[in-house]
């Protein structure tokens, strides 16, 4: 009898050994942060705009899985999180995406799986409960207040994103940083926080080369982020010009270039098959 009390002794410390190891080796796992960005204006009464973004967000949560999954999943250490662009008058943001994150190097081996489990099973309903909250009673442009992407970007980005990790920001909006009180809005000559200046660019038949010259555009965000890849998806022009998906775009491009951001791509409202296909 003692002699099976000592090799259990035995055994049961080496096992204690091996999961301190599992569990160190895990923490030097490069770690992956996906972190969804809604822009939740009136881009929502495009029509089939929630269903698409829901798909969206639920494809991005499927490559962080894969890449939890592609770790053994007690090597991962990634996380995913949506977060909202402020705006005023705009749903509580800690009521509705306090459930829409979830870290796995927070969590115990144990835990792991089922947690994993009961958030993808969770995802679609808390991402209604936030939709079906960021529209009732609103059927018109009026009723809603803009997103200020500018604010996220300098106030709130540095929170949501992760130190020591590879970030990987996606932003769901139509590309304009319209929002209806001046009083939010910084101004350096012709470069703002808001886009009007696009009313203005719209005009110019040479508006690439205006948009170029160093005192026009968006204002640049001066902050240092942690290493971030970007991609921008459901551009939608809401003026008819000819132009102006390109000119929200090439908009786009210079400030997340000056900001000292990487973009990987910018994508338009398209097919949503494909869309989702293109995510990375």
Same mark, same amino acid.
């Given at each position: 009898?003692?002699?099976?009390?000592?090799?259990?002794?035995?055994?049961?410390?080496?096992?204690?050994?091996?999961?301190?190891?599992?569990?160190?080796?895990?923490?030097?796992?490069?770690?992956?942060?996906?972190?969804?960005?809604?822009?939740?204006?009136?881009?929502?009464?495009?029509?089939?705009?929630?269903? !698409?973004?829901?798909?969206?967000?639920?494809?991005?949560?499927?490559?962080?899985?894969?890449?939890?999954?592609?770790?053994?999943?007690?090597?991962?250490?990634?996380?995913?999180?949506?977060?909202?662009?402020?705006?005023?008058?705009?749903?509580?943001?800690?009521?509705?995406?306090?459930?829409?994150?979830?870290?796995?190097?927070?969590?115990?081996?144990?835990?792991? !799986?089922?947690?994993?489990?009961?958030?993808?099973?969770?995802?679609?309903?808390?991402?209604?409960?936030?939709?079906?909250?960021?529209?009732?009673?609103?059927?018109?442009?009026?009723?809603?207040?803009?997103?200020?992407?500018?604010?996220?970007?300098?106030?709130?980005?540095?929170?949501?994103?992760?130190?020591?990790?590879?970030?990987?920001?996606?932003?769901?909006?139509?590309?304009?940083?319209?929002?209806?009180?001046?009083?939010?809005?910084?101004?350096?000559?012709?470069? !703002?926080?808001?886009?009007?200046?696009?009313? !203005?660019?719209?005009?110019?038949?040479?508006?690439?080369?205006?948009?170029?010259?160093?005192?026009?555009?968006?204002?640049?965000?001066?902050?240092?982020?942690?290493?971030?890849?970007?991609?921008?998806?459901?551009?939608?022009?809401?003026?008819?010009?000819?132009?102006?998906?390109?000119?929200?775009?090439?908009?786009?491009?210079?400030?997340?270039?000056?900001?000292?951001?990487?973009?990987?791509?910018?994508?338009?409202?398209?097919?949503?098959?494909?869309?989702?296909?293109?995510?990375?």
């Amino acid at each position: 009898m003692t002699t099976f009390f000592y090799f259990r002794n035995i055994l049961f410390s080496l096992l204690l050994t091996l999961c301190a190891t599992v569990w160190a080796s895990a923490q030097k796992k490069e770690a992956h942060h996906y972190l969804v960005v809604l822009d939740l204006s009136d881009r929502l009464l495009a029509s089939d705009q929630i269903n !698409r973004d829901k798909a969206i967000i639920e494809a991005i949560f499927g490559i962080f899985e894969q890449q939890v999954r592609k770790n053994m999943m007690i090597y991962s250490n990634d996380s995913f999180k949506v977060s909202l662009v402020p705006q005023e008058g705009g749903v509580d943001e800690h009521t509705y995406t306090s459930g829409l994150y979830i870290n796995m190097q927070k969590l115990s081996l144990p835990d792991r !799986r089922t947690r994993l489990d009961q958030f993808r099973k969770e995802l679609p309903q808390r991402l209604q409960q936030l939709y079906k909250a960021a529209t009732t009673g609103k059927t018109l442009s009026q009723h809603f207040r803009g997103a200020d992407i500018w604010r996220y970007f300098n106030d709130n980005l540095a929170q949501d994103t992760r130190q020591n990790c590879q970030n990987y920001l996606y932003i769901l909006t139509d590309g304009y940083f319209d929002f209806e009180s001046n009083r939010f809005v910084g101004q350096q000559g012709n470069r !703002r926080t808001d886009s009007q200046m696009i009313t !203005r660019l719209r005009k110019s038949s040479n508006w690439r080369t205006q948009l170029a010259q160093s005192s026009e555009g968006l204002i640049p965000i001066k902050k240092s982020f942690p290493p971030i890849v970007v991609q921008v998806f459901e551009i939608q022009p809401k003026s008819k010009v000819l132009d102006e998906q390109d000119l929200l775009i090439a908009l786009w491009k210079k400030w997340l270039s000056e900001t000292k951001l990487s973009l990987r791509q910018i994508q338009p409202r398209g097919n949503i098959d494909k869309i989702t296909e293109l995510l990375e």
